[in-house]
T-cell receptor, first 113, second 114 residues
Framework: KAGVTQTPRYLIKTRGQQVTLSCSPI?????VSWYQQTPGQGLQFLFE???????NKGNFPGRFSGRQFSNSRSEMNVSTLELGDSALYLC????????????FGPGTRLLVL | DAKTTQPPSMDCAEGRAANLPCNHS???????VYWYRQIHSQGPQYIIH???NNETNEMASLIITEDRKSSTLILPHATLRDTAVYYC???????????????FGQGTILTVHP
């Protein structure tokens, strides 16, 4: 069974631009969660989607948004990029949001210049 | 979710058991203890979880004290590939505000050396 895939793996943007990251969950998984990892703040939860609906949300500004499609694939978007948005963005999929069945992808490393 | 305290770093010799402690003195009766690890440049990986009984799977064993205020993750025969950051997380299994959400602390950097 294929794992969680994220594209692109690496990305360089400049301040003020926007970016869209993609996550394809494990087949059959309907929940997708997104996390941001930085050296200073560690791993922080962004949001979770289930059946195309955002079901849970972390404490991030509105510049961070996401969506989920009918095939469970998910995208997250960051608008008006800031230097502090440089991070590893991880997505995780699970059957229904139960974290013991949550599998993480390899992440997208975003660098904002 | 209850707060956890872990040592920032630990060393272990290859082939020996690695015992990683975690304190969670404010744990509630319905909260479970979860362990994840993150190998450098990879996403976190689920290891094991438990409520109050000791648990074992193919990766590790989890020992939870009787008062549930602390736990120990045991890697019985550590290898170099077990070098990673290990996270202890305490939370309810699933609830309206916790779907798909893990709250990570700083974890313990385990270094397994030859």
């Amino acid at each position: 069974k294929a794992g969680v895939t994220q594209t692109p793996r690496y990305l360089i943007k400049t301040r003020g631009q926007q970016v869209t990251l993609s996550c394809s969950p494990i087949s059959g998984h309907r929940s997708v969660s997104w996390y941001q990892q930085t050296p200073g703040q560690g791993l922080q939860f962004l949001f979770e989607y289930f059946s195309e609906t955002q079901r849970n949300k972390g404490n991030f500004p509105g510049r961070f948004s996401g969506r989920q499609f009918s095939n469970s694939r998910s995208e997250m978007n960051v608008s008006t990029l800031e230097l502090g948005d440089s991070a590893l963005y991880l997505c995780a999929s699970s059957l229904a949001g139960r974290v013991e069945t949550q599998y993480f992808g390899p992440g997208t490393r975003l660098l904002v210049l | 979710d209850a707060k956890t305290t872990q040592p920032p770093s630990m060393d272990c010799a290859e082939g020996r058991a690695a015992n990683l402690p975690c304190n969670h003195s404010t744990i509630s009766g319905n909260e479970y203890v979860y362990w994840y690890r993150q190998i450098h440049s990879q996403g976190p990986q689920y290891i094991i979880h438990g409520l109050k009984n000791n648990e074992t799977n193919e990766m590790a064993s989890l020992i939870i004290t009787e008062d549930r205020k602390s736990s120990t993750l045991i890697l019985p025969h550590a290898t170099l590939r077990d070098t990673a950051v290990y996270y202890c997380i305490v939370r309810v299994p699933v609830s309206g505000t916790s779907y798909g959400k893990l709250t990570f602390g700083q974890g313990t950097i385990l270094t397994v050396h030859p």
